[in-house]
């Protein structure tokens, strides 16, 4: 029999159920040397108990002092709002726990930091869930740029848009509350596209940029008449130098209409230009400058072969994947680690970097100047 990792996770709802989706789907597809027992899941209310039974897990709990010190649970997963991430994560490694935490980190860079150095000191492994580092055609984006099919990187153009704030009538829920989720798109949608920029170029060194709460109070959750200021960020627009000289231009928004979950990049070079889309995830464009000019254009590659990243677990050529499969990779990625003992990537270093720049950006955007990172 398979030696067996437990898990306990935090948070039901929408996170809650596309980890447990992930760890109930790679054993099928990926050849792990251990099981991972769904073991228990936590949250608020009482509806935890129908999800528990329906996503799998043997016992369901309401709080989650009691995951982290239950003796059985090797792995604690958090998937629950930013503000319970550095509690949860702290008690988790002191109990030597390995964690894997949704993203971003914490609620700012001193917390990630707290975080960052708990993981490091008691010696468990860690990640953050930046899961879109884990689709294939992102991964052949960081594959061309690092063959140098692109050539000198100039450009890096990203923005991540959705529209499910935009109307105005959206209650007050913990998204739009700073003390409950740090900041706003800046945060939990520019965190995805920072990650994506270190990962893809490198590191950013100064930034620029503003940001703005478009709708400032919102209906309370549950009782329309009392309204509740929202103090965190609806939209943001920011350009940064990075390290190796390239530009980037980034904006993310929760406001914009008629986006449903558009994250998209473009990573322009000397030689050659590729440009993604989330909402065709499976396809990356690509145009490389020294290809014969009479039929020369942007292509669109259908990265779903044996040869591309993980595709081979799947399914045959062109028998294409979805958003979930990027949470598969990133347990697969974690769990390997666990199993062979070093430290994958992201972690929490990239939880911290990411929030180091989340907040130059807010300052920058409050001071009107650049920020330096
Ligand atoms: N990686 C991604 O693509 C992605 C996408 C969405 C959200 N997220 C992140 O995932 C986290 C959760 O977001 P969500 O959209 O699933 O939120 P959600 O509101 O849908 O669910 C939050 C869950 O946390 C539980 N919870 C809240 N406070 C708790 C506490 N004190 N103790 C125990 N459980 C508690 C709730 O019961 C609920 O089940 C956030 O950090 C968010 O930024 C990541």
Redesign the pocket.
Known sequence: MKKRLNIGL?????????HSNALRTIPMFFDLPVEPVLKVI????DD?AA?AQMYGWQRYV???NEVVADPEIDIVA????????AK?AVAAAANGKHIF????LGMSSDEAGVMYEAARKNKVKHMV????RRIPAVLLARKLVQDGRLGRIYHFKASYQQDWAADPAVPY???FDQRL?GAGSV??KG??IIDLARFLVGEMIAVAGMSDIFIKERASLGNAQLKEEVTTDDAALFVARFANGALGTFQTSRIATGYKNALQFEIGGSKGCLRFNLERLNELEAYFADEESSTQGFRRILVTGPEHEYMDRWWPPGHIIG?EHA?SHQYYEFIKAIVEDYLPQPNFYDGLINQQVIEAVERAAQEKTWVTI
Request: charge should be positive; glycine fraction near 8%.
């Open positions: 935090i948070g039901y709802r929408f996170m809650g159920k596309a936590c949250g608020l209310k935890v999800a309401h709080d989650w958090i998937a629950s709002p930013g503000y319970t991430h949860i935490c949704e993203k971003p869930n930046f899961n879109y829920l913990w998204r989720a945060a939990d965190s995805h958003w949470f």
